[in-house]
């Protein structure tokens, strides 16, 4: 599954998530996730809204009054790592506030450690970060792309005083990314840091071909000239086998490691944004089993990957090896089973359609209902099947 963010009217965290949460993403279910953020003080809210535009969803994080104190990135990158997330989930979290603090600390010329989340650190944009993040995995996207931004102008009142719109914390943000671009005639901050960092660290900017599945509508809370909203198109990537996706084998063979670095490796890798880690047994020199290391990436990532090999492990070089892939369209859907609802991943093999249950969901209904793993995957298989 693909998503492409039609940045309409901005882009903001609580936009983001509010089209999410329209698309079909439970709300309980991102209750219990970010509930496990070891912050208090602060209720989700989900408003359908009609009348004014299409109809879509504003996501609301209430807070108590002066119930958050000021964080520091540690701070945040402490919350998040004790909140007991899905590595992929966490990395990808911390990578987020880490891209804001950087942009912080270059906007008001401080060093990282210095900087403290005034608009951006309170528990608001921890539940949108990791909603966010979360969120999209949950729905079963593997990309995420994103249109052109507004701009916006005018001027927003901060922590540091009045500033101009674009902030330049967000300006920083989408530089350093190269976002495109677009001017709109209102004086109003349309693209928050918060969204800006979200979508440096999540989207390509640019429109796939896709098979459209469903859209999403969040709206924002400020009004405008127009309906405020973001919209995600959640669709299945239209692939030609004549033209297969480009990618690059990153390889090496290690001797000397233990199984728990060579996972810790493997967790890292794919928190780098590693598309799939493999190890295979070989036979090396001097007689010593080995491992092959293979991690899969896209192109513009396997410098990246490589650094991660080479840091994380015993090797003195790797391997990068052009391919190519055929992968599958696939959507990602919900069935209810009698042990509660379960995700179903269904890959398209030109007319058949073959679903997949996810393991997750099976582990966690057959730990809540206490039967055996396979008797929840059966029944998930026969409720897609139907």
Partial sequence: MIAYVDAFS???????????????????????????????????EALARRGEGPAGTQAR??????????RSLSDVLALVERAGLEPQVAA?????????????AAAHGIPVEQVHFHE???VDALVDVVGVVW???ALGVDRCYAS?????????????????VPAPATLALLAEVGAPLRPVSVEAELVTPTGAALLAELATFSQPPLRLCRVGTGYGSRALPWPNLLRIWLGEPVAEPANPEQVVLVETNVDDMTPEQLGYAMERLFAAGALDVTFTPVQMKKNRPGTLLTVLALPE???ALAEVVLAETSTLGVRLVPASRLALARHVGTVATAYGPVRVKVKHLGERRIPVPEYEDCAARAR???VPLLEVYRAALAAAQQ
Avoid: K, N, W
């Fill in 10 to 44: 901005g882009c903001s965290g609580d936009m983001l998530l509010g089209a999410l949460l329209d698309a079909g993403l439970e709300l309980g279910e991102l209750r219990r996730v970010v509930g496990a953020l070891p912050v208090s003080g602060y209720r989700i």
């Fill in 61 to 70: 994080v209430v807070l108590e009054p002066d119930s958050q104190p000021e």
């Fill in 92 to 104: 990808t979290a911390r990578r987020v506030f880490e891209r804001l603090a950087r942009a912080e």
């Fill in 120 to 122: 951006v650190g309170a």
């Fill in 135 to 137: 969120g999209l995995r």
């Fill in 148 to 164: 052109p931004l507004p701009t916006g102008g005018g001027q927003v009142q901060t922590r540091h005083g009045t500033l101009p």
């Fill in 301 to 303: 990532r396997a410098q």
């Fill in 368 to 370: 809540e209902s206490g």
